[in-house]
């Protein structure tokens, strides 16, 4: 199966439309039941450094920074919407486009959850520069392009009653996830000077953690 772009749904809706909001509480569940905030909760904490700083790219609703705020690993966050209004007060909000954005220099830690497979190739190395300029750690969590994942993602879809941009976005979504090394490698992380780990887990998370060696 080919990774294949195509425009997501959400992405071109104003953030307050009905269908937006319906399918954030959508992505809430799929999130849920993928286990991603658990799986950052116990990934990262033990991967920082003291004074360091986390962004959260793509932080979208704002559910994942704030767990992790909550926990302890003051997160702030990035997205092309606004600042969610339960965003914590100790974080950040940078509203702006990941490719426009200037503030990389700050960060020592970069997560993102569910925002990397929107890019293409030539995004992605972009953004992998960018982030690698600074940046001592990497985690990622997006979904392996399994034609079993759109199964089991339809399944889903239909027990919790998800709409049309929640079943769209998801569908295309996995046909833009990864596979293997797929991420680290057009993330373009030199091999020489970064040591990574990606796995996926029986319900189609793909995981990578990426750290700058010693
Ligand atoms: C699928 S949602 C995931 C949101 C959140 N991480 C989650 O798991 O619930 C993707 C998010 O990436 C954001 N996004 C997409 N393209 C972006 C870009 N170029 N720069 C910044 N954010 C972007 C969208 O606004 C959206 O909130």
Not at 50 to 66: K, N, Y
Not at 86 to 115: K, M, Q, S
Not at 151 to 165: E, G, I, Y
Request: glycine share 10%; proline share 6%; aromatic share 8%.
């Amino acid at each position: 199966m080919i990774r294949k772009l195509t425009p997501e749904l959400l992405d071109s809706l104003p953030p307050n439309d009905p269908r937006a909001k319906g399918s954030r509480r959508d992505l809430r569940i799929f999130n849920a039941v993928l286990g991603s905030a658990r799986w950052f909760r116990h990934t990262l904490p033990p991967r920082l450094r003291p004074g360091e700083r986390v962004l959260e790219i793509g932080a979208g609703s704002g559910e994942l920074g704030a767990a992790l705020t909550r926990a302890g690993v003051v997160t702030d966050g990035l997205d092309l919407g606004p600042r969610p209004a339960a965003w914590p007060v100790a974080a950040r909000w940078h509203r702006a486009d990941v490719f426009a954005f200037t503030g990389w220099g700050d960060y020592e830690v970069v997560i993102g959850n569910l925002i990397f497979h929107h890019f293409d190739a030539a995004g992605l190395r972009l953004l992998g520069t960018r982030m690698a300029a600074q940046a001592r750690v990497i985690v990622a969590c997006e979904l392996a392009r399994w034609p079993v994942s759109q199964r089991l993602f339809a399944a889903l879809c239909a027990v919790v009653r998800a709409n049309d941009v929640s079943r769209h976005d998801g569908r295309v979504s996995i046909e833009a996830g990864f596979l293997g090394e797929e991420l680290p490698e057009l993330l373009g992380l030199d091999p020489a000077v970064w040591r990574w780990r990606v796995g996926t887990n029986c319900l189609g998370s793909y995981q990578m953690v990426a750290e700058r060696r010693a």
